[in-house]
């Protein structure tokens, strides 16, 4: 790694980790955004694949309600991982500027999705079959961008959950993305010593930035910082999106 990279590199995953702090999620779509805009998308989604796992396993088993959630969301984290096994052809084997595209989508979807979308409540009934599905749709994306929020992140806010719940529930999709996302790219031999190495080293910029996150998350309004962080991703989409067409 040239010092240049080692640079953005720190820069992006303790900017990444702030927001994981304020917000309990956003450390990959924000590391993938702007990593993409240096390197090949495959290489950008192995990088985030240890500290993503870190950040959301220490997320997961921070909260009071690990083997509650474990049995509500098991169909819904279960279905995740051969979703992202089947997205990850995509990921690997379309043209890079055309990955680079769907992640610039699948970051618009969501911001926007955030942004207007009213709050849903499911039924229990509904979650029986939507859960699953939710999981599916889920690891497709995730496998073919390596943004793992869309449909998972508005599925969970839906579960009437108490915000250390859901913190927690954010948390446990998020590690059961990261460890199947490590192993699809391993098998198509996208997890290599230089990704694995860039990925070790971001693992302390993102626990830095993820403990100042949660520091000052009571001293702001973390309504208006979210609102900032997904006009972010909305811009950010919009220039991967146009990429292809520059």
């Known amino acids: 790694m040239s010092e240049y990279f080692v640079i953005i590199l720190l820069m992006t995953f303790f900017a990444a980790g702030v927001v994981k702090g304020l917000t309990g999620m956003g450390l990959p779509t924000v590391a993938i955004g702007i990593l993409s805009l240096f390197i090949a998308l495959p ?7 240890i500290p993503s796992f870190v950040t959301n396993f220490w997320q997961l088993f921070t909260g009071p309600s690990t ?3 474990l049995k509500k969301l098991w ?5 995740i991982i051969p979703g992202t096994f089947v ?8 043209r890079p500027e055309w990955a680079v595209f769907g992640l610039g989508l699948a970051l618009i979807s969501y911001a926007l999705y955030a942004l207007i979308a009213p709050a849903v409540l499911l039924s229990q009934k509904t979650q029986r079959w939507l859960g699953p599905l939710t999981g599916i749709v889920t690891g497709i994306i995730t496998g073919a961008t390596g943004v793992s929020t869309i449909p998972s992140v508005p599925y969970i806010q839906s579960l009437s959950l108490e915000k250390d719940e859901l913190v927690q529930a954010l948390g446990l999709s998020f590690t059961v993305s990261a460890v199947a996302m490590a192993a699809a790219l391993a098998v198509h031999g996208s997890f290599a010593a230089g990704e694995l190495t860039s990925s070790c080293v971001a693992i302390v910029p993102s626990l830095l930035g993820m403990w100042l996150g949660q520091k000052v ?3 702001i309004s973390t309504a208006s910082f979210r609102k900032g962080f997904l006009i972010f991703l909305i811009l950010l989409g919009t220039e991967l999106v146009m990429r292809p067409f520059m």
Request: hydrophobic share 60%.
């Open 217 to 219: 998350r009571n001293r």
């Open 87 to 94: 997205g990850s052809f995509a990921l690997v084997s379309a």
């Open 75 to 79: 169909p819904l984290v279960f279905c």
């Open 43 to 49: 290489a950008a989604a192995a990088m985030i694949i």
């Open 67 to 69: 083997s509650r959630l």
